[in-house]
Nanobody, 130 residues
Framework: VQLQASGGGLVQAGGSLRLSCVVSGVTFTNYDMGWFRQVPGKLREFVAVTTTSWSGVTAHTDYADPVKGRFTISRDNAKNTVYLQMNGLKPEDTAVYHC????????????????????WGQGTLVTVSS
């Protein structure tokens, strides 16, 4: 299983970035997909999730409070890719962003807990300057 994240970089406050995460080695529609972020010395922090369903159609999306209204998660099942569109970036959004996959087995309740995920990407660094 491989999760390859990309799209990070340096951006000024108020700017935008779109992160991508390409998944290979598994049936993508069988997985709920999440984005987390981490800064040195802190635990990985939940950012957003898009859950799947028995039919493979997106069932639910949710966001951490600090990013609501600014970030949008989406997935393209034909491309085995999950995206995170980040607008209105703030310096406090600076972190390494990781995508993560959780094998679907029904209603995914604890999606904000990084321990619930089965596979992780290597991360992509987002730096927001003030």
């Amino acid at each position: 299983v491989q999760l390859q994240a990309s799209g990070g970089g340096l951006v000024q406050a108020g700017g935008s970035l779109r992160l991508s995460c390409v998944v290979s080695g598994v049936t993508f529609t069988n997985y709920d997909m999440g984005w987390f972020r981490q800064v040195p010395g802190k635990l990985r922090e939940f950012v957003a999730v898009t859950t799947t369903s028995w039919s493979g159609v997106t069932a639910h999306t949710d966001y951490a409070d600090p990013v609501k209204g600014r970030f949008t998660i989406s997935r393209d099942n034909a491309k085995n890719t999950v995206y995170l569109q980040m607008n209105g970036l703030k310096p406090e959004d600076t972190a390494v962003y990781h995508c993560a996959a959780h094998l679907f087995g029904g209603n995914f309740q604890h999606y904000s807990d990084f321990l619930e995920y089965d596979h992780w990407g290597q991360g992509t660094l987002v730096t927001v300057s003030s």
